[in-house]
């Protein structure tokens, strides 16, 4: 096995159960595989703000694929390579009608994640160590107007996100975001996702594969969740989670331990040391 990219989730992959840690174990098997010309992305749904803890603990990290793939920023140039965002027009109109709703979300934009004051009180958690939770709160942008703030930007976002919306109401969102033209997916239990129809990770590591000048087969791919699919559909040595969704496992060549129980490790391991 000729392995010369590994694309990792982050959340329910990567990361311990706590959503905070890299484990010891996961750091050495990936410190290895780098140390052997591998090259390291990770491909997350979090905004570019909320993974500072991510590269602190693991630094040689080369490509942050961040938004669900909406954009991708090579470390090593310290630049952005690919960038498929949501038009201004269209983000607003979708902006303007889910105001209209009780409903909480957010705009990634720029790389960080904003919303819209007053509406703390439509968040639900969706069992998400409160650590986490408290962390990921201090990267977060407020706004007395969100509307005002797209404006000014005019730059179009790169995702926007639904949290504690389950049922009748999640299908109902999914629904309307369709409607709009725009790719729907979900990386947590009660949340919603929606990028460019373009944007996914699968393309995003498309893109870093083409910029390196390899192939899908010699790209190793992890992944627990749904928007985690278009990335295992397209890598040849794709593992989903023991603790993924069945969805993702049945998109996936190869099953590895849960996150809990370094997967990810045991997988690079096995197959790329």
């Known amino acids: 096995m000729s392995i010369k990219l590994i694309a990792t989730d982050l959340d329910g992959t990567l990361m311990a159960p706590d959503h905070l840690t890299v484990t010891k174990r996961t750091y050495d098997a990936l410190k290895s595989s780098h140390d052997k010309g591998i090259r390291l992305a990770v491909a997350t749904g979090r905004s570019m703000v909320l993974i500072d803890n991510v590269i602190s603990q693991v630094p040689f990290v080369d490509y942050i694929i961040y938004s669900n793939g909406a954009c991708v920023y090579d470390k090593n140039e310290e630049k952005i390579i690919h960038a498929d965002l949501i038009p201004y027009e269209k983000a607003k109109e979708i902006v303007e009608y889910f105001l209209g709703e009780k409903v909480f979300f957010e705009i990634y934009a720029n790389g960080r994640t904003c919303y819209q004051l007053k509406t703390e009180s439509l968040f ?98 992890f992944g627990d969740a749904e928007n985690d699919c278009p990335m295992l559909d397209f890598a040849k040595y794709s593992f989903a989670m023991e603790n993924g969704t069945d969805e993702c496992k049945s998109h996936a060549k190869f099953i590895t331990s849960s996150n809990g129980e370094d997967g990810v490790a045991k997988a690079v391991e096995k197959y790329a040391l």
């Open 124 to 221: 639900q958690n969706m069992n998400l160590p409160q650590k986490f939770i408290d962390e990921a709160t201090k990267t977060m942008d407020g706004y007395e107007s969100l509307l005002d703030f797209m404006a000014k930007d005019g730059k179009g976002i790169e995702k926007i996100t639904f949290y504690g919306v389950y049922e009748k109401k999640l299908e109902n969102i999914s629904a309307k975001l369709k409607e709009f033209g725009l790719d729907v997916c979900s990386s947590l239990p009660g949340t919603v996702e929606a990028t460019s129809p373009t944007a996914n990770k699968g393309s995003a590591v498309l893109g870093i594969c083409k910029n390196m000048g390899i192939g899908a087969d010699e790209v190793m791919a």
